[in-house]
C-alpha cells in the first residue's frame, strides 16, 4: 500500500516547512483496526495496537537521514514491536505517525499483506520509517 498523507498532516507539514510552528518528535504507532488510510483521516481513526509488551516509538529529529534530489527522502533505522507473551491474536493493519505534543495525524500505511498477526512471544513487526517528496 502506499504511504499517506491525509489533510491535517499537509497542512501541519507546510506550517513546519514554513516554520510557523515549533519542531517536535514524532510517534510511531501500530494500528490493529482494519483502516486503509485516506484524506480526511485524524489520529483517532487509528485503534493502537495494545498486544503485551507492545510501546509506541518515540522517532527523534536527529536520527532522521535526509537525501536531497529527485525526489528528496528522509529515513529513520528500522524500529521492531515485540510481543513478549504468548497466546495473544492480535491482527496488525499498519502503522501511523503523529506528533509527539499536538497529536496530530502526519502520515499512515497500511502494511502491504496486511493484517499480520501477533499471537506467540517474540512475534514482531519491523517498521523502517520513511516519507518521500517528489
Known sequence: MTLLVPNV??????KLILNNVSQEDVILKLYKNNVT??????AS??????FTGYASLTLTGASWSFTTGD????SYA??????TAGGQSQTIYGYFVVQASSGILLWAERFAGAPYAIVNNDDAIKVTPYIELA
Open 78 to 83: 528500522q524500529q521492531s514491536f515485540t510481543s
Open 9 to 14: 498532516g499537509e497542512a501541519r507539514m507546510l
Open 45 to 50: 481513526d487509528y485503534t493502537v495496537a495494545d
Open 71 to 74: 525526489p528528496s527522502y528522509a
Open 37 to 42: 488510510p485516506a484524506e480526511g483521516d485524524v
